[in-house]
Protein backbone atom coordinates (compact mmCIF):
# COMPACT_ATOMS: atom_id res chain seq x y z
CA UNK A 1 0.00 0.00 0.00
CA UNK A 2 1.44 3.61 -0.65
CA UNK A 3 2.61 5.79 2.31
CA UNK A 4 1.00 8.68 0.15
CA UNK A 5 4.78 9.90 0.52
CA UNK A 6 6.75 11.30 -2.48
CA UNK A 7 9.27 8.91 -3.55
CA UNK A 8 12.85 8.80 -3.39
CA UNK A 9 16.12 7.06 -4.77
CA UNK A 10 19.23 7.79 -3.21
CA UNK A 11 22.27 7.27 -4.91
CA UNK A 12 25.49 6.07 -3.17
CA UNK A 13 28.90 4.85 -3.61
CA UNK A 14 30.28 4.25 -0.29
CA UNK A 15 29.61 4.29 3.61
CA UNK A 16 26.09 6.12 2.75
CA UNK A 17 25.43 7.69 6.13
CA UNK A 18 23.97 10.47 4.81
CA UNK A 19 21.86 8.05 3.04
CA UNK A 20 20.96 6.54 6.44
CA UNK A 21 20.34 10.10 7.72
CA UNK A 22 17.68 10.72 5.09
CA UNK A 23 16.29 6.57 5.33
CA UNK A 24 16.10 7.81 9.54
CA UNK A 25 14.11 11.19 8.90
CA UNK A 26 11.72 9.54 6.53
CA UNK A 27 10.62 6.89 9.33
CA UNK A 28 8.59 9.92 11.15
CA UNK A 29 5.43 9.88 10.46
CA UNK A 30 5.00 13.44 8.98
CA UNK A 31 8.20 13.42 6.92
CA UNK A 32 6.68 13.97 3.68
CA UNK A 33 9.00 11.23 1.57
CA UNK A 34 9.95 7.96 1.98
CA UNK A 35 14.01 6.31 0.56
CA UNK A 36 12.34 2.93 -1.53
CA UNK A 37 15.35 2.29 -3.12
CA UNK A 38 19.23 2.23 -2.94
CA UNK A 39 21.58 2.56 -5.68
CA UNK A 40 25.52 1.90 -5.31
CA UNK A 41 27.97 2.13 -8.55
CA UNK A 42 29.84 -0.06 -6.69
CA UNK A 43 29.00 -3.49 -5.46
CA UNK A 44 31.03 -3.16 -1.99
CA UNK A 45 29.52 0.11 -0.65
CA UNK A 46 29.12 0.12 3.24
CA UNK A 47 25.48 1.98 2.83
CA UNK A 48 24.31 -1.21 1.08
CA UNK A 49 24.01 -3.63 4.04
CA UNK A 50 22.42 -0.74 6.02
CA UNK A 51 19.55 -0.23 3.47
CA UNK A 52 18.87 -4.08 2.88
CA UNK A 53 18.93 -4.23 7.27
CA UNK A 54 16.46 -1.26 7.08
CA UNK A 55 14.44 -3.31 4.51
CA UNK A 56 15.13 -0.79 1.71
CA UNK A 57 15.78 -2.30 -1.74
CA UNK A 58 18.64 -1.60 -3.27
CA UNK A 59 20.75 -2.73 -6.39
CA UNK A 60 24.14 -2.12 -8.10
CA UNK A 61 24.45 -0.49 -11.34
CA UNK A 62 28.66 -1.07 -11.61
CA UNK A 63 30.15 1.85 -13.49
CA UNK A 64 33.10 -0.48 -14.82
CA UNK A 65 30.90 -2.64 -17.33
CA UNK A 66 30.22 0.34 -19.60
CA UNK A 67 32.08 1.52 -22.68
CA UNK A 68 30.79 5.55 -22.16
CA UNK A 69 29.88 7.69 -19.17
CA UNK A 70 26.00 7.97 -21.73
CA UNK A 71 25.84 3.96 -21.15
CA UNK A 72 26.40 3.71 -17.64
CA UNK A 73 23.99 6.77 -17.23
CA UNK A 74 21.23 5.21 -19.49
CA UNK A 75 21.69 1.71 -17.59
CA UNK A 76 21.53 3.68 -13.76
CA UNK A 77 18.57 5.80 -15.59
CA UNK A 78 16.68 2.59 -16.41
CA UNK A 79 17.68 1.47 -12.99
CA UNK A 80 16.37 4.29 -11.08
CA UNK A 81 12.91 4.63 -12.80
CA UNK A 82 11.81 0.97 -11.77
CA UNK A 83 11.40 2.72 -8.43
CA UNK A 84 9.21 5.52 -9.86
CA UNK A 85 11.14 8.25 -8.15
CA UNK A 86 9.21 11.66 -7.19
CA UNK A 87 13.21 13.01 -6.31
CA UNK A 88 16.56 11.54 -6.13
CA UNK A 89 19.32 12.44 -3.81
CA UNK A 90 23.07 12.49 -4.83
CA UNK A 91 24.52 11.40 -1.43
CA UNK A 92 28.09 10.82 -1.67
CA UNK A 93 27.69 9.20 -5.20
CA UNK A 94 31.32 9.59 -6.67
CA UNK A 95 30.79 9.51 -10.52
CA UNK A 96 29.96 12.37 -13.12
CA UNK A 97 26.82 12.33 -14.59
CA UNK A 98 26.32 13.65 -17.99
CA UNK A 99 24.78 16.62 -18.78
CA UNK A 100 21.95 14.40 -20.16
CA UNK A 101 20.85 12.26 -17.45
CA UNK A 102 20.70 15.79 -15.00
CA UNK A 103 18.68 18.09 -17.22
CA UNK A 104 16.29 14.66 -17.67
CA UNK A 105 15.91 14.78 -13.95
CA UNK A 106 15.99 19.05 -13.34
CA UNK A 107 14.31 20.32 -10.30
CA UNK A 108 14.38 16.45 -8.87
CA UNK A 109 18.19 15.88 -8.65
CA UNK A 110 19.52 16.75 -5.55
CA UNK A 111 23.23 16.47 -4.16
CA UNK A 112 24.33 17.35 -0.74
CA UNK A 113 28.66 18.66 -1.18
CA UNK A 114 30.83 19.63 1.79
CA UNK A 115 31.46 23.05 1.34
CA UNK A 116 29.99 26.24 1.85
CA UNK A 117 28.80 26.63 -1.72
CA UNK A 118 30.19 28.55 -4.67
CA UNK A 119 33.20 27.96 -2.06
CA UNK A 120 35.35 24.62 -2.65
CA UNK A 121 33.69 23.05 -5.57
CA UNK A 122 35.05 19.64 -6.08
CA UNK A 123 36.82 16.89 -3.89
CA UNK A 124 38.97 17.82 -0.81
CA UNK A 125 37.22 20.01 0.46
CA UNK A 126 38.22 20.07 4.07
CA UNK A 127 41.60 20.25 3.02
CA UNK A 128 41.34 23.30 0.75
CA UNK A 129 39.39 25.22 3.64
CA UNK A 130 41.99 24.79 6.01
CA UNK A 131 44.45 25.80 3.62
CA UNK A 132 42.70 28.36 2.79
CA UNK A 133 42.39 29.70 6.42
CA UNK A 134 38.84 30.18 5.97
CA UNK A 135 37.09 30.75 9.63
CA UNK A 136 33.42 29.25 8.88
CA UNK A 137 32.96 26.18 6.70
CA UNK A 138 29.88 23.80 6.10
CA UNK A 139 27.87 22.04 3.91
CA UNK A 140 25.40 22.48 0.85
CA UNK A 141 22.11 20.64 -0.65
CA UNK A 142 21.84 21.94 -3.93
CA UNK A 143 19.67 21.05 -7.28
CA UNK A 144 22.04 19.20 -9.88
CA UNK A 145 22.68 21.10 -13.16
CA UNK A 146 25.60 19.34 -15.48
CA UNK A 147 27.92 22.08 -14.37
CA UNK A 148 29.63 20.49 -11.06
CA UNK A 149 28.52 21.92 -7.68
CA UNK A 150 27.30 24.88 -8.96
CA UNK A 151 23.19 24.64 -9.13
CA UNK A 152 20.55 26.17 -7.48
CA UNK A 153 21.30 25.97 -3.67
CA UNK A 154 18.55 24.95 -1.31
CA UNK A 155 20.11 24.61 1.67
CA UNK A 156 23.41 25.64 3.84
CA UNK A 157 24.87 24.67 7.13
CA UNK A 158 27.82 26.29 8.57
CA UNK A 159 30.41 25.02 11.15
CA UNK A 160 33.29 26.84 12.73
CA UNK A 161 37.02 26.00 11.67
CA UNK A 162 38.99 25.66 15.12
CA UNK A 163 42.62 25.72 15.67
CA UNK A 164 44.70 22.57 15.55
CA UNK A 165 41.65 21.16 13.10
CA UNK A 166 42.54 18.79 11.08
CA UNK A 167 40.59 17.59 7.90
CA UNK A 168 39.51 15.03 9.19
CA UNK A 169 38.22 16.96 12.71
CA UNK A 170 36.84 19.21 10.07
CA UNK A 171 35.19 16.95 7.86
CA UNK A 172 33.58 15.17 10.88
CA UNK A 173 31.96 18.42 12.23
CA UNK A 174 30.65 19.13 8.60
CA UNK A 175 29.50 15.52 8.31
CA UNK A 176 27.44 15.80 11.55
CA UNK A 177 25.73 19.12 9.99
CA UNK A 178 25.07 17.32 6.95
CA UNK A 179 23.07 14.70 8.57
CA UNK A 180 20.43 17.35 9.80
CA UNK A 181 20.33 19.71 6.77
CA UNK A 182 20.09 16.46 4.01
CA UNK A 183 16.82 15.73 5.53
CA UNK A 184 15.29 19.25 6.24
CA UNK A 185 16.14 20.31 2.60
CA UNK A 186 14.30 17.59 0.56
CA UNK A 187 11.47 18.09 3.23
CA UNK A 188 11.79 21.90 1.91
CA UNK A 189 11.63 20.72 -1.86
CA UNK A 190 9.38 17.84 -1.04
CA UNK A 191 6.57 19.66 0.49
CA UNK A 192 7.07 22.64 -2.39
CA UNK A 193 8.25 25.30 0.63
CA UNK A 194 11.00 25.32 -1.58
CA UNK A 195 11.12 26.94 -4.98
CA UNK A 196 12.50 27.05 -8.01
CA UNK A 197 12.17 30.33 -8.80
CA UNK A 198 14.66 32.52 -11.93
CA UNK A 199 17.17 29.96 -11.32
CA UNK A 200 17.20 30.55 -7.50
CA UNK A 201 15.28 28.68 -4.86
CA UNK A 202 13.28 30.81 -2.85
CA UNK A 203 12.11 29.34 0.64
CA UNK A 204 8.59 30.50 1.48
CA UNK A 205 9.43 30.54 5.47
CA UNK A 206 12.64 32.24 5.94
CA UNK A 207 14.56 31.24 8.74
CA UNK A 208 15.11 33.07 12.41
CA UNK A 209 16.80 36.05 10.32
CA UNK A 210 18.26 37.43 13.41
CA UNK A 211 20.71 34.02 13.70
CA UNK A 212 24.14 34.72 13.15
CA UNK A 213 27.07 32.15 13.54
CA UNK A 214 30.27 33.88 14.99
CA UNK A 215 33.31 32.40 14.77
CA UNK A 216 35.28 33.38 16.81
CA UNK A 217 32.46 33.47 19.07
CA UNK A 218 31.75 37.76 20.30
C1 LIG B 1 29.69 13.53 2.33
O1 LIG B 1 30.61 14.37 2.94
C2 LIG B 1 28.98 14.24 1.21
O2 LIG B 1 28.81 15.62 1.44
C3 LIG B 1 29.94 14.05 0.05
O3 LIG B 1 30.46 12.76 0.21
C4 LIG B 1 30.37 12.38 1.59
C5 LIG B 1 29.57 11.12 1.64
O4 LIG B 1 29.53 10.57 2.93
N1 LIG B 1 29.27 14.28 -1.20
P1 LIG B 1 28.47 9.42 3.25
O5 LIG B 1 28.70 8.31 2.24
O6 LIG B 1 27.11 10.02 3.13
O7 LIG B 1 28.77 8.98 4.64
Not at 61 to 86: C, M, N, Q
Amino acid sequence: MSSGKDRVVVLISGRGSNMAALVEASRAADYPAEVVAVISNKPDAAGLDYAAREGIATAVVPHKGFASREAFDAALDAEIRKYAPDFICLAGFMRLLTPGFSESWAGKLINIHPSLLPSFKGLDTHERALEAGVKLHGCTVHLVTPDLDSGPMVAQAAVPVLAGDTPESLGARVLKAEHKLYPAALALLVSGRARLVDGHVIIEQAADASAALFNPAL
